[in-house]
């Protein structure tokens, strides 16, 4: 019987190197991917926690604001200065006008 020679493919060393960075590509393309998801996500929990954060503040400004108008009504000026032994004289007050 005779042997056939199988001819051996000789790869230079460029086609080598080319060949190791297309399946280096190939292993980490997909890792990369999951990483940059995992990351995007763990930045959009953060935004949702922020914006929560930020509709709290944004409660409590409008309860302090409602406050204020309150304490600045003219009634409770009155109610203060009489406390305080103080009168309300309307000539002695002038509006100033813009």
Do not use: H, W
């Not at 980490?28 to 709290?56: G, H, M, R, Y």
Request: charged letters at 30%.
């Amino acid at each position: 019987m005779k042997r056939k020679k199988t001819a051996k493919i000789k790869l230079l060393r460029g086609e080598k190197l080319l060949s190791v960075l297309i399946l280096l590509m190939l292993i980490s393309l997909p890792i990369c991917t999951v990483f940059t998801k995992a990351v995007l996500s763990e930045t959009n929990i953060s935004v949702e926690q922020l914006k929560d954060k930020i509709e709290d503040q944004e409660g409590k400004n409008e309860s302090l604001s409602m406050q204020i108008d309150e304490l600045a009504s003219l009634d409770k000026i009155q109610e203060v200065a009489s406390e305080k032994g103080l009168s309300y004289n309307n000539t002695n007050i002038k509006n100033i006008n813009e």
